[in-house]
T-cell receptor
Framework: ETGVTQSPTHLIKTRGQQVTLRCSSQSGHNTVSWYQQALGQGPQFIFQYYREEENGRGNFPPRFSGLQFPNYSSELNVNALELDDSALYLC????????????FGPGTRLTVT | DAKTTQPTSMDCAEGRAANLPCNHSTISGNEYVYWYRQIHSQGPQYIIHGLKNNETNEMASLIITEDRKSSTLILPHATLRDTAVYYCIVQAYITGANSKLTFGKGITLSVRP
């Protein structure tokens, strides 16, 4: 069974640029969630995709957007990057069930200069 | 905001039991208690969850008080590899999706040789 994978591992961007991060969910999981983790903080929920539709969003501006594809992989797009967007971006997949676990990928470290 | 309160840090000796406390005095009847941990530079990892009964798996035991206002995660024989940030999360089960995890800052467990 393949776990959650994310690419790239590290990324450096300049303020104002746009970035796309990618996530492949664990086999059989149709729900993908994205989290942002600033240094020294716990992960903060950005949004979730379920069966290719956004299904829940945290307190993040519209310049954070995403997609989920038919194979349940997902992308996180961030436009007009700001210095505060520097963080570890985590993807988690899950399969809805009576009580479920979320399986996290290793994350993408984004640095905005 | 996170619905849980955890100490900032604790340590224990290798081979001894690590008892990690969590307060969740406002927990609702349909909310579960989840524990995740995050080893440095990795994504969070699910450990265990419970509703009102004590639970045990191959990683840990979860003891929930009768009034459900607090719980304790027990690592029976801590090893150096258990050094991590441990997050206690309360969350209701919701069918389908919209199942974000609300992380606090967690408790940093340091296992000393």
């Amino acid at each position: 069974e393949t776990g959650v994978t994310q690419s790239p591992t590290h990324l450096i961007k300049t303020r104002g640029q746009q970035v796309t991060l990618r996530c492949s969910s664990q086999s059989g999981h149709n729900t993908v969630s994205w989290y942002q983790q600033a240094l020294g903080q716990g992960p903060q929920f950005i949004f979730q995709y379920y069966r290719e539709e956004e299904n829940g969003r945290g307190n993040f501006p519209p310049r954070f957007s995403g997609l989920q594809f038919p194979n349940y992989s997902s992308e996180l797009n961030v436009n007009a990057l700001e210095l505060d967007d520097s963080a570890l971006y985590l993807c988690a997949s899950s399969f809805p069930g009576p009580t479920y676990e979320q399986y996290f990928g290793p994350g993408t470290r984004l640095t905005v200069t | 905001d996170a619905k849980t309160t955890q100490p900032t840090s604790m340590d224990c000796a290798e081979g001894r039991a690590a008892n990690l406390p969590c307060n969740h005095s406002t927990i609702s009847g349909n909310e579960y208690v989840y524990w995740y941990r995050q080893i440095h530079s990795q994504g969070p990892q699910y450990i265990i969850h419970g509703l009102k009964n004590n639970e045990t798996n191959e990683m840990a035991s979860l003891i929930i008080t009768e009034d459900r206002k607090s719980s304790t995660l027990i690592l029976p024989h801590a090893t150096l590899r258990d050094t991590a940030v441990y997050y206690c999360i309360v969350q209701a089960y919701i069918t389908g999706a919209n199942s974000k995890l609300t992380f606090g800052k967690g408790i940093t467990l340091s296992v000393r040789p």
